[in-house]
T-cell receptor, first 112, second 112 residues
Framework: GEDVEQSLFLSVREGDSSVINCTYT??????LYWYKQEPGAGLQLLTY?????DMKQDQRLTVLLNKKDKHLSLRIADTQTGDSAIYFC????????????FGSGTRLQVQP | EPEVTQTPSHQVTQMGQEVILRCVPI?????FYWYRQILGQKVEFLVS????????KSEIFDDQFSVERPDGSNFTLKIRSTKLEDSAMYFC??????????FGPGTRLTVL
């Protein structure tokens, strides 16, 4: 079945890079997503990658996909205190299917 | 920037009562979704809706749940007879196509 796993917590200092990791089990994933959730707020789409890509960069965000190991990572360069939030990875599986399967979320704490 | 909106932000109801959660998706989007997040657990897919019918649903979406697009702008989730275990944050999302799903801020449902 589908399963998406993330580590629960990451603490970094302001200005450092953050790397949030995610593993998934289903090799037929089509899209993989990163969402950000701030306290009391909804899920904000940060970026996504199509499964035939290895890397995608969008300003301070870099997504790396290792299909062989079923591993996805989100790197945030020059992490700021405003980046403190919960980060969810999610996958959609198979053509024509749009349901997202989410990980449990990684809480990123940025120390000033 | 267009966004998904949801009302109410918080709904308190008695067990056995019917509730209707409302969403206004982004105006040019064609696909609509409901997800829920029980406190401390993962975000779970409930249902997707396209062209005025359900296109996919999860095991959670049983006969007590229904969705409707009553007019050109609203998308609703009805829970006919609420149970204590229906207490959760309910997120609506919409997408133009198979790629980016944009989420609303959520409705917190509390069943007493």
């Amino acid at each position: 079945g589908e399963d998406v796993e993330q580590s629960l917590f990451l603490s970094v200092r302001e200005g450092d890079s953050s790397v949030i990791n995610c593993t998934y089990t289903d090799s037929s994933s089509t899209y993989l997503y990163w969402y950000k959730q701030e306290p009391g707020a909804g899920l904000q789409l940060l970026t996504y990658i199509f499964s035939n890509m290895d890397m995608k960069q969008d300003q301070r965000l870099t997504v790396l996909l290792n299909k062989k190991d079923k591993h996805l990572s989100l790197r945030i360069a020059d992490t700021q205190t405003g980046d403190s939030a919960i980060y969810f990875c999610a996958e959609s599986i198979g053509t024509g299917r749009r349901a997202l399967t989410f990980g449990s979320g990684t809480r990123l704490q940025v120390q000033p | 920037e267009p966004e998904v909106t949801q009302t109410p932000s918080h709904q308190v109801t008695q067990m056995g009562q019917e509730v209707i959660l409302r969403c206004v998706p982004i105006s040019n989007h064609l696909y609509f979704y409901w997800y829920r997040q029980i406190l401390g657990q993962k975000v779970e897919f409930l249902v997707s809706f396209y062209n005025n019918e359900i296109s996919e649903k999860s095991e959670i979406f049983d006969d007590q749940f229904s969705v409707e697009r009553p007019d050109g702008s609203n998308f609703t989730l009805k829970i006919r007879s609420t149970k204590l275990e229906d207490s959760a944050m309910y997120f609506c999302a919409s997408s133009r196509d198979m790629d980016e799903q944009f989420f609303g801020p959520g409705t917190r449902l509390t069943v007493l």
